[in-house]
């Protein structure tokens, strides 16, 4: 039998549906328990897909290692976007993002 894939709220944010329930863990992690995204590019909006098969914790940091607030939204399990603002526009920078 199929899992079923849990229910957003109906809450759209940038077209995707946005789940506000807490996800919690039904399995032991296996496999990889850490991966790090390098954007070389300037860009506003990071699209990540990662091999973690869960909602990992994001910590971006720009390339002086200082840390950067972004909106990340969760696409899947294997996929997360974050998107970068100030002041209202959005702006783009190079970096690093560490799933854990």
Same mark, same amino acid.
């Given at each position: 039998?199929?899992?079923? &894939?849990?229910?957003?709220?109906?809450? $759209?944010? *940038?077209? &995707?549906?946005? %789940?506000?329930?807490?996800? =919690?863990m039904t399995s032991p992690? +296996?496999?990889?328990? #850490?991966? /790090?995204?390098?954007? $070389? !590019? /300037? &860009?506003?909006?990071? =699209?990540?897909?990662?091999? *973690? $098969?869960?909602?990992? @914790? =994001?910590?971006?940091?720009?390339?002086?290692? /200082?840390?950067?607030?972004?909106? =990340? +939204?969760?696409? !899947?399990?294997?996929? *997360?976007t974050v998107t970068f603002f100030? $002041?209202?526009? @959005? #702006?783009?920078?190079?970096?690093?993002?560490? %799933?854990?």
């Open positions: 039998m199929a899992k079923k &894939k849990p229910k957003g709220t109906g809450i $759209n944010y *940038l077209g &995707k549906e946005v %789940l506000t329930a807490p996800q =919690v992690i +296996v496999g990889d328990i #850490t991966f /790090t995204f390098n954007q $070389n !590019s /300037t &860009k506003a909006e990071w =699209v990540i897909v990662h091999n *973690l $098969n869960r909602f990992p @914790s =994001v910590t971006v940091v720009d390339s002086a290692d /200082t840390v950067v607030q972004g909106t =990340v +939204v969760y696409n !899947s399990n294997k996929q *997360l100030s $002041n209202g526009a @959005s #702006t783009g920078f190079q970096g690093k993002a560490y %799933l854990n």
